[in-house]
């Protein structure tokens, strides 16, 4: 069982619609969760983190965290084309020499 | 906020020769630096954590006397691509974490060819 997991996708929603992504970590002592966007040819930037239960909403977006199923969720609303990118869940272990531990991620195409 | 620069953004080397990578945290001080390669279509893999003023830690497979990692301040880390090789062409991210658990900020990337 990887550490970090996500559908690799691709998911594919139509512009204007809820594009919902889905990470679940096996480490139960995770302390920080993080979504990150990265679009093709460039590097990863950070959307959201949160730290304990329950959901964290900056404007389009909302990540929800679920400890005791050990999963973490990003929802983003009213999508656009320019959402399409892959989405990067990332995990900092309990106890770690403070390194993430990264999701595969999962392709995002959001159609006109 | 929390703003990691790097430099140079895209290089051409030839086979044999060094390049260096920097990487430096504007706006705060980066407490540990990762150093990142990702190859096209694949998912970023990383290199070495680095903390100010100790050696680097290298995941394994990373060969350290090739890619040497310099963590000499808070706000500046170095990459230099010993010996580059053709193999060694590939996207490398650095980033960069304050104190406690703040999120990863990653620089642009630089992106390296070697003919």
């Known amino acids: 069982q990887k550490e970090v997991e996500q559908n690799s996708g691709p998911l594919s929603v139509p512009e204007g619609a809820i594009a919902s992504l889905n990470c679940t970590y096996s480490d139960r002592v995770s302390q920080s969760f993080f979504w990150y966007r990265q679009y093709s040819g460039k590097s990863p930037e950070l959307i959201m983190s949160?730290?304990s239960n329950g959901d964290k909403e900056d404007g389009r977006f909302t990540a929800q965290l679920n400890k005791a199923s050990q999963y973490v969720s990003l929802l983003i609303r009213d999508s656009q084309p320019s959402d399409s990118a892959t989405y990067l869940c990332a995990v900092n272990k309990a106890g770690n020499n403070r390194k993430l531990i990264w999701g595969l991620g999962t392709s995002l195409a959001v159609n006109p | 906020g929390a703003v990691v620069s790097q430099h140079p953004s895209r290089v051409i080397c030839k086979s044999g020769t060094s390049v260096k990578i920097e990487c430096r945290s504007l706006?705060?001080?980066?407490?540990?630096m990762f150093w990142y390669r990702q190859f096209p279509k694949q998912s970023l893999m990383l290199m070495a954590t680095s903390n100010e003023g100790s050696k680097a830690t290298y995941e394994q497979g990373v060969e350290k006397d090739k890619f040497l990692i310099n963590h000499a301040s808070l706000t500046l880390s170095t990459l230099t691509v010993t010996s580059a090789h053709p193999e060694d062409s590939s996207f490398y991210i650095c980033s960069a974490r304050g104190v406690g658990i703040s999120p990863l900020h990653f620089g642009n990337g630089t992106r390296l060819t070697v003919t």
């Open positions: 949160i730290y």
């Open positions: 706006d705060f001080q980066a407490t540990t």
